[in-house]
């Protein structure tokens, strides 16, 4: 017995350091393994938040730029028809282009397929000399609100100003389908309070 004496006492105190190291060692092995866990998380939401971080400042410092493309967005497909001021726009091309005669005959505005904005469909027709006319479409692609010539003709029309040679220069009368744009989803027929429509604005040339 006393031989096993030394063997029992270094099995119990081997059992002791075993169950110290379940009861002490392994809770911090798990605590450890907790707090490695918490701080990549901790680092992802860093990551996150640095990437937001930036988005925003990025889009602080674009927010002139971007303000300017609003801007002109909506100058180009304004929210409503506006109609005095579209006649406008276009009879300062008249007169910049010289024109003799000028018409524009609007039409009732249709809402697009895509439900996002509505058509204008219009009819302008110039009468003038073949660079009065020139000038008359290139300055209507110009023109500040967006427009989409859908549909052109021209043919001979009386005769306009003088030449050296002949004594009179030809004219040409142009028909065009134009389509301008508005936001107003609800400008077409059953609106509030109902579909624009308008006749024939026919003004002289300057």
């Known amino acids: 017995m006393r031989r096993r004496a030394p063997i029992i006492a270094a099995v119990v105190s081997a059992a002791l350091a075993a169950l110290a190291v379940l009861l002490l060692v392994a809770p911090k092995m798990t605590q450890v393994k907790d707090t490695k866990d918490q701080l990549a998380q901790a680092q992802m939401q860093e990551d996150s938040l640095n990437a937001q971080l930036e988005s925003l400042e990025e889009a602080q410092a674009n927010a002139p730029k971007t303000k300017e493309q609003i801007q002109k967005l909506e100058s180009e497909v304004p929210p409503t028809i506006d109609l005095p001021a579209l006649i406008r726009l276009l009879q300062e091309v008249r007169d910049r282009s010289a024109v003799d005669f000028f018409a524009f005959s609007p039409g009732t505005p249709a809402l697009d397929a895509s439900g996002e904005f509505s058509a204008l469909p219009t009819t302008i027709t110039v009468t003038g000399g073949y660079f009065s006319l020139e000038e008359f479409l290139l300055r209507l692609e110009t023109l500040p609100r967006a427009a989409k010539v859908t549909g052109v003709s021209i043919s001979p029309g009386g005769t306009a100003g003088t030449t050296e040679t002949?004594?009179?220069?030809?004219?040409?009368?142009?028909?065009?389908?134009?389509?301008?744009?508005?936001?107003?989803?609800?400008?077409?027929?059953?609106?509030?309070?109902?579909?624009?429509?308008?006749?024939?604005?026919?003004?002289?040339?300057?």
């Open 166 to 206: 002949t004594g009179t220069a030809l004219s040409l009368t142009m028909n065009l389908t134009v389509e301008f744009y508005t936001t107003d989803t609800s400008a077409g027929p059953g609106s509030i309070p109902g579909p624009t429509t308008g006749g024939a604005v026919a003004t002289p040339g300057a």
